[in-house]
């Protein structure tokens, strides 16, 4: 059978609680043979009560009890078994009860009067019984559908991307209805079957071909078998106003009127939360494509600005060497050389940070980690930066018995140059730069404090993202926008982390505190 196949590929823990409404259907119709079989035994029952009660009643009163079985049947069984019953009472009580007894005929005419008021109220109230039986029905068939479709809603709400909507909605119509569903969408004009019943994995080129014309038309399709035993397509649009967002394809033998009119709310629901996911999704790519082409234009201006500044210095103090000769006295060519090897160096600094960002946005950065003593990584950042912090006071207050470090030694000295960097640009000469750490558990937190104007409390998160400057364009400094998101980039790699604070209690001065892994702690 269809139903008992399909009902078996559904994935089980999908499955939601009620019953298919197929199963209740064939549910029904099994019910129907069984209700004749029960109405029969029924009145064999009321027939055997009847016998026992006849030494307590009279006779004629003995109707009313076939006539409370006749409901009894109407009850359970519906209109069909009811008349059988009444016919059964009609028989039992004309063969038991009515002289002469154990016969069909009957002598006396009140008997006849009371055998055809019998049958007569027996049939009336057994056919009102069961109108009110199929009533009561139809209400529970509704209520079904509604809290099946309530939770298919509350299914696809909580579905976040288009992808997702789809699958949760073919897995619940999948589960509950017990037929088999495709859904279908247009992508760069071509149709695409985007999730499915497990029964519908291969292709249909027919099916595809027919979603697409009511994807077109907004209209539904319906697909005839093209033989007796496979069941045809009903193929409902999943429409948003005018437009026809997805197509639904159910693959069943027979849809009832009541199941389409399900199968119709399915697709209006569906095409709700389509609205909402195509929304999200194009904001989205909206969204990446200004982040995109920001980052691109802060890269290009970036680099016109931050390569060609030492340049242009370097280039100036190589020609001024190469073309003054001996009117510069050794100290004048000293300078204009430790100028070139300074910008010389700042370059390389520059590019150094455009390589880690590049890496740090592949994912790449993967610490080399090994046990490092930290004032020796410190030692060779201030090597490399030793102009730069020439005019500062560098102040180190860390513990006597310093723990090592389980980190990458060469990722650490690029993370202290960037923020010792950051420090001899922007705080006044002559102020001092304090490096502090301890221990805490099994991390060493390190704070580098400036007396320089400090962050802005609301920047303080941002200044770690990639090209941001507290003061955008800001020509004074040299600067790229990426020493603090690579810092961060290199922390994070080494599964710590990193923040701004103000050093004094005024809110000036900038303090960058970071946490690294102590080695040998198994962190
Ligand atoms: P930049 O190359 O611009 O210094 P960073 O990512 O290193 O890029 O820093 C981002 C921004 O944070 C800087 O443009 C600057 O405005 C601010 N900033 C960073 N460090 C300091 C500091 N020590 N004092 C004041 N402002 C700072």
């Given at each position: 059978m269809l139903q008992d196949a399909v009902i078996s590929e559904v994935n089980p823990i999908n499955r939601p609680r009620q019953m298919p409404i197929f199963r209740l259907h064939r549910a029904r119709t099994h019910a129907g043979s069984r209700s004749y079989l029960g109405a029969c035994l029924v009145m064999v029952m009321v027939t055997f009560a009847a016998r026992v009660l006849e030494a307590t009643l009279p006779v004629g009163e003995l109707t009313l009890v076939f006539m409370a079985g006749v409901v009894v049947v109407a009850s359970f069984g519906g209109p069909g078994p009811s008349i059988l019953a009444s016919f059964a009472g009609f028989a039992a009580y004309n063969y038991f009860f009515t002289e002469p007894r154990f016969t069909f005929r009957v002598l006396q005419e009140a008997d006849l009067v009371t055998l055809g008021l019998f049958l007569l109220a027996s049939i009336v109230t057994g056919s009102l019984a069961a109108r009110l039986r199929t009533r009561a029905m139809?209400?529970?068939?509704?209520?079904?559908?509604?809290?099946?479709?309530?939770?298919?809603?509350?299914?696809?709400?909580?579905?976040?991307?288009?992808?997702?909507?789809?699958?949760?909605a073919v897995d619940h119509v999948t589960a509950t209805m017990g037929v088999e569903v495709a859904l279908f969408r247009t992508f760069a004009d071509a149709v695409e079957k985007i999730a499915y019943s497990p029964a519908l994995?291969?292709?249909?080129?027919?099916?595809?071909?027919?979603?697409?014309?009511?994807?077109?038309?907004?209209?539904?399709?319906?697909?005839?078998?093209?033989?007796?035993?496979?069941?045809?397509?009903?193929?409902?649009?999943?429409?948003?106003?005018?437009?026809?967002?997805?197509?639904?394809?159910?693959?069943?033998?027979?849809?009832?009127?009541?199941?389409?009119?399900?199968?119709?709310?399915?697709?209006?629901?569906?095409?709700?939360?389509?609205?909402?996911?195509?929304?999200?999704?194009?904001?989205?790519?909206a969204r990446l494509a200004t982040e995109t082409e920001k980052l691109r234009s802060a890269l290009l201006s970036s680099v016109s600005h931050d390569l060609r500044t030492?340049?242009?210095?370097?280039?100036?103090?190589?020609?001024?060497?190469?073309?003054?000769?001996?009117?510069?006295?050794?100290?004048?060519?000293?300078?204009?050389?430790?100028?070139?090897?300074?910008?010389?160096?700042?370059?390389?600094?520059?590019?150094?940070?455009?390589?880690?960002?590049?890496?740090?946005?592949?994912?790449?950065?993967?610490?080399?980690?090994?046990?490092?003593?930290?004032?020796?990584?410190?030692?060779?950042?201030?090597?490399?930066?030793?102009?730069?912090?020439?005019?500062?006071?560098i102040v180190l207050s860390l513990p006597d018995s310093m723990p090592l470090i389980d980190v990458d030694p060469i990722l650490i000295e690029q993370l202290l140059v960037n923020v010792l960097d950051n420090a001899a640009k922007y705080a006044p000469d002559n102020s001092e730069i304090l490096l502090s750490g301890h221990a805490e558990s099994t991390w060493l937190?390190?704070?580098?404090?400036?007396?320089?104007?400090?962050?802005?409390?609301?920047?303080?998160?941002?200044?770690?993202?990639?090209f941001y400057r507290v003061t955008a364009g800001d020509t004074q400094r040299a600067g790229t926008g990426l020493g603090l998101a690579i810092a961060r980039g290199i922390v994070d790699a080494h599964g710590g982390d990193i923040y701004v604070q103000a050093t004094n209690p005024d809110e000036s001065g900038t303090t960058i505190v970071f946490r690294l892994p102590i080695a040998g702690q198994g962190v």
């Open positions: 139809a209400l529970r068939g509704s209520v079904e559908r509604i809290t099946i479709l309530h939770e298919f809603a509350q299914q696809i709400a909580r579905a976040p991307s288009s992808q997702a909507v789809a699958h949760a994995a291969v292709e249909n080129e027919g099916i595809k071909e027919a979603c697409g014309r009511t994807i077109a038309s907004g209209e539904p399709v319906i697909v005839a078998s093209n033989s007796a035993i496979s069941p045809e397509w009903l193929i409902l649009p999943v429409r948003a106003g005018e437009e026809t967002l997805a197509a639904l394809g159910i693959r069943s033998r027979a849809i009832e009127r009541d199941d389409r009119r399900l199968l119709e709310a399915f697709a209006s629901q569906l095409a709700l939360a389509f609205e909402r996911t195509d929304l999200t999704e194009t904001l989205e790519a030492p340049l242009v210095s370097i280039i100036g103090a190589a020609s001024t060497l190469a073309e003054g000769g001996d009117r510069y006295t050794e100290p004048m060519r000293q300078d204009l050389a430790e100028t070139i090897r300074e910008e010389g160096e700042r370059l390389d600094r520059y590019v150094q940070n455009l390589l880690d960002m590049t890496r740090l946005s592949h994912g790449a950065l993967r610490p080399r980690c090994v046990a490092s003593d930290l004032l020796e990584i410190i030692g060779n950042a201030r090597r490399r930066l030793r102009s730069n912090l020439a005019p500062y006071k937190k390190l704070a580098i404090s400036d007396q320089g104007p400090g962050i802005p409390a609301q920047a303080r998160s941002d200044v770690f993202e990639m």
